[in-house]
C-alpha cells in the first residue's frame, strides 16, 4: 500500500468515525480487487490533494485488479448490488450517503492501465470556519 498526501490540502469538517468507515471499505475493496493477482499487481494506493477546483479535497484510492466494466461502474452504488459472491452490496451504498451527507460525492473510475479508482470530493472548510478548527485543535 501507498499514501501520498498533498502538501497543501485544506482543511474540511467532518465526522472523523463515518469518513473512517468510508476509507475502510474502500481499502477492503481495493484489497479485495489485488487479492490472487501476482505481486506486483498487488498495490493498493491511497493519495490525497487539493480539489481540482481548489475549492476542497479530493481522496483517491486506486487498485491494480480487474477494474469494472460498464454495467458494474453504474452498478456498485446501488444497494444490494455486489461483485463479491460474500458481499452484501451495502458498503459502498453507504459509503455514497456518508459522502454525500458531508457535501461531497464519491465515484469510481477505470484506471488508464488496469484495475479502479474510487474517488471521494469533498468541499473545504471556509477562512474562518478553519481557523476555529485550528485554535480548537
Not at 448490488?81 to 469510481?108: E, F, N, T, Y
Not at 484506471?111 to 478548527?133: K, M, Q, W, Y
Request: charged share 15%; hydrophobic share 40%; glycine share 12%.
Amino acid at each position: 500500500m501507498t499514501l501520498d498526501i498533498g502538501a497543501e490540502v485544506p482543511m474540511v469538517r467532518c465526522d472523523k468515525i463515518q469518513l473512517q468507515q468510508v476509507m475502510i471499505n474502500l481499502l477492503l475493496n481495493a484489497f479485495d480487487a489485488v487479492a490472487g493477482r501476482c505481486t506486483a499487481d498487488r498495490v493498493v494506493s491511497v493519495k490525497v490533494s487539493g480539489a481540482p477546483q481548489g475549492d476542497g479535497i479530493r481522496i483517491a484510492v486506486s487498485d491494480r485488479g480487474p477494474g469494472l466494466n460498464a454495467a458494474q461502474i453504474g452498478e456498485v452504488f446501488q444497494p444490494f448490488s455486489s461483485l463479491k459472491p460474500q458481499g452484501l452490496g451495502l458498503g459502498l451504498p453507504i459509503s455514497c450517503s456518508i459522502v454525500s451527507m458531508h457535501g461531497g460525492r464519491l465515484w469510481a473510475e477505470n484506471n488508464g492501465d488496469r484495475g479502479a479508482t474510487f474517488n471521494i470530493l469533498l468541499p473545504s472548510v471556509s477562512g474562518a470556519e478553519g481557523s476555529d478548527l485550528n485554535q480548537a485543535s
